[in-house]
């Protein structure tokens, strides 16, 4: 296992960040300060962002004007193979799009270049702050075994179908999770399917129009502190976080996937922007799949492996495409790593099945 701490710095009154990268073999390395980049996901692939074709060379731009972060890189999937584990610990709050990083590499290496998340088992973690200790460990494996609790809006309802493998109950609304989660037997997952906003404060963070600071307040997801969950947020912006000092004159970072990680989730898989509703579909189907076949495999390495199956695209395969075409195809590939997942990279997903696996 490598870990890439990113913490927030300020330049001559500007704000940056810099990186201290530290691997289990005994490597540790401190990069040079940075200036914070505007290539955040939500902003670059949005309505009125940039053609995909551009987030692509930017995202492959940045990176490699990264060359130290590159070469240690690197040389952790020579020491490490496909076994490498990279724990992402962002305290930033900037939005970097760490699983889109173009890892290079040099001639005559064995290993092939691409985005980062598609080739090396990647996972997120923050600082949480929780008067309790309910928080689960970002390294240690844990086991999420049981049902799934879930929520799906009116429409989404085809997500319906891909539960039914399982066991599961539902849930009334994002309202009603509190209630559905404050007690009971253990859970496997609890999934989520709906529409995100993300805003500038907890009134305008919203899970099917129900805010954050509404689940904030009083409630205690004691489910999740009693047995490992997995917790899947499958809605726009839902992993995006709060990380100005706001009301709260801190620099802790807040947001929907920091609360149920917070609250005891073994892991957390959401969203760093607007996902297309057929790529939302798409990719629940997907994991559900791996779930029901691979049980044994981490959700972090199902990750990898899900997005590599779109991550060898580029700007340069499609030249022979028109314009319009090569926007469309290049789509996937950013929705796909809009999917953000924190938790341990050992984590594996064991769900009880339903009377359809039968």
Known sequence: MAMLFVVPVH????????????CCCGSLQDFPEYARPDIALAS???????PPSKVV??????????????????????????????????????????????LAVPPGSPYRAGWLGG??????????????????????????????AAYIADDMRHDGALLRQFASEPVAGVRGLPKALAAG?????????????FGSDEDDCLLDEVPLIM????????????????VFLNACHSGRLL?????????????????FLRSGAAGVLATSGEVGDEEAHQMANELMRVLCERPQVPIAVALRDLRSVVAHLTPADLFDAEAKE?????????YRFMYVYYGSPRTVVALAPGEEST
């Open 11 to 22: 330049r001559e009154g500007k704000p940056g960040f810099k990186l201290r990268g530290v």
């Open 44 to 50: 670059l692939v949005a309505r009125n962002g940039i």
């Open 57 to 102: 060379a930017t995202m492959r731009r940045w990176s490699n004007n990264k060359p130290d972060l590159t070469a240690w890189l690197h040389e952790r999937r020579c020491e490490h193979g496909d076994a490498l584990q990279l724990v992402i610990w962002d305290e930033t709050g900037y939005g970097i799009p760490w699983e889109l990083f173009w």
């Open 119 to 148: 080739l090396v088992t990647t996972s997120r973690w923050l600082t949480i702050h929780s008067p309790w200790p309910v928080v689960r460990d970002y390294s240690s494996p844990h086991a999420c075994k049981g049902p799934v």
């Open 185 to 197: 037997d253990p859970l496997g997952m609890v999934y989520v399917a709906c529409h995100g906003k």
């Open 215 to 230: 689940l904030e307040g009083g409630n205690s997801f004691d489910r999740l502190a009693s047995a490992a969950t997995f």
């Open 243 to 259: 990380a100005e000092e706001g009301a709260y004159a801190d620099q802790a970072q807040r947001g929907f996937s920091e609360l």
């Open 326 to 334: 090569e926007q469309r195809r290049l789509l996937p590939l950013l």
